[in-house]
């Protein structure tokens, strides 16, 4: 029989993929599978497990949120496998399963996994770890990971927004070099203050579609990189807010371009979040796109 490993997030989402946990499981073994289930136990127990066990399996399936999913797939790259991942979204926000077209229904995801197509999609190199859909620092980003799971789970979308708008009385900017190669291969430098940065590849940050831009592919080999100026004044906040919303490149108040590979410099550490989850601070970071480094899977149609 083919051997499927199933790593899922008790905790997240509401816990509701454990009322989901048989019927899933059914799935997967009516298609001639034979499950190994772990639940995850603690942060970074995915990326372990899939290190240490994924080589004895033809596939790997995580449940859980978009960090869920981070994990798994950094175990993937760090070991060096080549196994397609699927993905039952079950977080409070599942940006990456949007920008795939999975389905919101566990069961409906997990019929596409078994019966759906491998998808190899782009995944980024941050420093020495890697990330599936978004490096960002400065304004809101510590939402995600400083938000508790029991506020997430009880206001699901809405515990972020509450928490993102406690931090607007105090907006923080960090000055910084930055040095990324254009899709030509031209080499561009430029040196500015900056209250909020992200190297995404997806078309849903935070919820938000289309937040990136609209012209998105997740196996093209290249980044979309938003940076917002500082502001003068709250009437500039306000423009930023409305140009991000109706994905409209303000360059008055922002960089957005395309790049495979991208460096920021500042004199000080400044706190990063990668796929919603706390990525350290760093003084120097380095962002390079491994084009379609990991096969997830995906609907068949």
């Excluded at 994924?54 to 949120?65: A, H, P």
């Excluded at 190899?120 to 490096?135: Q, R, S, W």
């Excluded at 070099?177 to 940050?205: A, L, P, Q, W």
Aim: aromatic letters at 10%.
């Amino acid at each position: 029989m083919k051997k499927l490993l199933f790593i899922f997030n008790p905790r997240a989402g509401k816990a509701k993929i454990k009322h989901k946990l048989f019927e899933i499981i059914d799935i997967f073994v009516k298609a001639g599978y034979e499950v190994t289930v772990y639940p995850t136990q603690k942060e970074g127990d995915a990326c372990c497990q899939v290190q240490e066990r994924g080589r004895n399996f033809d596939l790997l399936v995580c449940g859980g949120g978009d960090g869920t999913l981070d994990e798994v797939m950094s175990g993937v790259v760090k070991s060096g496998l080549d196994l397609p991942v699927g993905y039952i979204p079950s977080g409070s926000t599942n940006d990456f399963a949007e920008s795939l077209g999975l389905p919101r229904d566990m069961l409906l995801a997990a019929r596409d996994i078994v019966k759906g197509r491998d998808y190899a999609c782009d995944i980024g190199a941050f420093n020495e770890e890697c990330f599936v859909y978004i490096a960002a620092f400065g304004l809101f980003t510590d939402v995600s990971y400083e938000t508790s799971q029991e506020s997430k789970n009880l206001l699901g979308h809405m515990a972020y927004i509450l928490e993102g708008m406690k931090r607007l009385s105090s907006i923080r900017f960090y000055h910084l070099k930055v040095n990324y190669r254009k899709e030509k291969g031209e080499e561009v430098c430029m040196e500015d203050e900056f209250i909020f940065g992200m190297v995404t590849n997806s078309v849903s940050v935070g919820g938000f579609r289309r937040i990136t831009g609209r012209c998105v592919e997740l196996d093209d080999g290249q980044f979309e990189v938003t940076l917002i100026k500082k502001p003068s004044n709250p009437l500039e906040i306000n423009a930023i807010i409305t140009a991000l919303l109706n994905s409209n490149i303000n360059s008055e108040y922002m960089y957005c371009f395309k790049t495979s590979r991208i460096d920021f410099e500042s004199k000080q550490e400044i706190p990063w979040t990668t796929d919603g989850e706390f990525g350290g601070n760093h003084r120097r970071v380095w962002i390079e796109n491994h084009r379609q480094a990991v096969k997830i899977r995906i609907p068949a149609k």
